[in-house]
């Protein structure tokens, strides 16, 4: 008796270690729990039936009082369709340079990054952005065979996938815009502008009869004039001193700051800013004000009826001064890409194809809070602007084929987008993406001599015939011409 009932107690400790055993092994370790990651953003991990956020990088203006209520809206039906979440950072235009390259440069934590033709190359080569050619063919069927190949093939670096296109108005077309208050009040044919030359009698006009504190075209340090370089395609470089004319059939690669046509330009910049034409504050201006007067921009028909909400003007009248064209850094011109570092690149990716094919989320990113931002006017196909506040950029989040349009706007307006990407004509070096794997150092150190002078220059602020020889001069100390000569090089064999 004795005996068994020993047998019997023994069992029965064991049962009890192996059920403290058990309790203690279920439990989380500390990796696998809630953490806090250096921006300070609580970010699930990877416990089993907690649903992850995402941290998002973008670029937007000022964040409004129901910023967090939206996001939470969005949160609670992205949970309940795919299980993730996200938590979108905000860096302003005026920052976003100099935000993202501290992110990149410091390994700062982030799950997704908006990217574009002036950064991604480099990114890419810094290893920042994870290799997704595979993955989203296995993680994201749908979004994969919803962009077309020859989007996907313009992100590619290398033969290989780094990021997810913002298929939308992928081939560039820019256009002047006008407040068309004074273009009555002035009397001018806005379809008399062909050139930028042709602005001139416009805009003088203008400063003459509102006054010198007013400013005909204003700009901004970090835009200076839109599309100054579109005749030129620079190859993915993200560098406008460098590149090849789109219509140069013999594919020279070249000092674009030297081309007699660019030196007229901004020779007529400078003009316009000694006279007051662009604010004397627009090297150093980070954001612009509202109700401008002029502007260029890349868009596409319709594109008015939101800038009339955005900017609080009662009607703006476009006209298309270039293209369409397509060029690989048009492409590249709004992308979303996976940090390299992310655990939870799948599920990034799942995000991203939910964002791009469903219109509902699409919606909700691009105009904010339902029944306070914006209302349905057709249900997920018209929307009606409420506020003008919302931060986020539309253009840098998914496609536009499945977004609402704004009440104004065409209904067919992205049929029309569709239609100039089918009539958009091709770069000479289409598809052509430079390998700067070994121009890193060259690249890194030419930019950084243009990123000295470029917002004087764009902005009329300097004289490009002193200033011009100037930066030239340092660029090639800094190694333009290897990476000219590297570029023709990688450019002959291509299309060879």
């Not at 935000?99 to 890419?124: A, H």
């Not at 704004?406 to 100039?420: F, H, N, Y």
Request: with cysteine; hydrophobic share 40%; aromatic share 10%.
């Amino acid at each position: 008796m004795k005996r068994s009932l020993l047998v019997i107690a023994i069992a029965v400790l064991m049962l009890n270690v192996l059920a403290a055993c058990g309790s203690s092994n279920s439990k989380p370790s500390p990796e696998a729990t809630n953490t806090t990651n250096t921006n300070g953003n609580s970010k699930e991990t990877e416990n089993p039936g907690e649903v992850p956020t995402l941290v998002w990088w973008t670029i937007g203006g000022q964040i409004p009082a129901n910023f967090d209520k939206a996001i939470a809206e969005m949160n609670e039906y992205t949970a309940e369709k795919i299980g993730v979440k996200i938590d979108i950072k905000v860096a302003s235009w005026g920052e976003w340079d100099t935000k993202i390259n501290t992110i990149i440069n410091t390994g700062e934590p982030f799950d997704i990054m908006f990217t574009n033709n002036s950064k991604y190359n480099q990114q890419v080569s810094m290893g920042a952005f994870a290799d997704i050619t595979d993955l989203v063919q296995s993680e994201a069927p749908e979004l994969f065979e919803f962009i077309p190949d020859k989007v996907w093939d313009g992100t590619k670096i290398n033969g290989k996938i780094y990021s997810v296109p913002t298929y939308k108005d992928s081939s560039l077309t820019q256009y002047w815009v006008f407040d068309d208050k004074y273009v009555q009040k002035y009397g001018f044919d806005i379809n008399s502008v062909k050139e930028l030359k042709d602005l001139d009698p416009y805009l003088r006009d203008i400063k003459a009869g509102e006054g010198k504190s007013f400013y005909p075209l204003p700009m901004t340090q970090s835009e200076g004039l839109n599309g100054f370089f579109n005749r030129y395609d620079d190859m993915t470089l993200g560098l406008g001193p460098v590149g090849v004319r789109t219509d140069d059939s013999s594919r020279k690669v070249i000092s674009v700051l030297e081309q007699p046509d660019i030196m007229e330009e901004l020779k007529l910049l400078h003009e316009w800013y000694k006279a007051g034409i662009i604010n004397p504050d627009a090297p150093t201006k980070p954001e612009p004000d509202k109700a401008r007067p002029f502007f260029t921009a890349q868009a596409f028909p319709g594109a008015e009826a939101t800038w009339q909400i955005t900017e609080a003007v009662e009607k703006y009248s476009m006209v298309q001064s270039f293209g369409p064209i397509y060029t690989t850094s048009t492409i590249q011109g709004s992308l979303n890409a996976i940090s390299a570092n992310s655990k939870y690149k799948a599920e990034a990716l799942k995000y991203l194809q939910l964002v791009n094919t469903d219109a509902k989320l699409r919606n909700m990113l691009a105009f904010g809070e339902l029944g306070v931002d914006y209302s349905q006017v057709k249900e997920d196909k018209v929307v009606k602007r409420m506020t003008d506040t919302w931060p986020l950029a539309a253009y840098t989040q998914g496609t536009f084929f499945v977004l609402a349009v704004t009440e104004g706007a065409p209904e067919d307006q992205w049929e029309q987008v569709r239609k100039l990407n089918d009539q958009a004509y091709s770069s000479s070096i289409l598809g052509f993406a430079l390998d700067i794997s070994e121009l890193s150092t060259e690249v890194a150190n030419t930019k950084a001599v243009w990123d000295k002078y470029r917002y004087e220059l764009l902005t009329g602020a300097s004289n490009p015939e002193t200033m011009i020889p100037k930066i030239v001069a340092e660029m090639k100390a800094a190694g333009m011409e290897k990476i000219i000569s590297t570029a023709q090089e990688q450019v002959d064999a291509y299309f060879q």
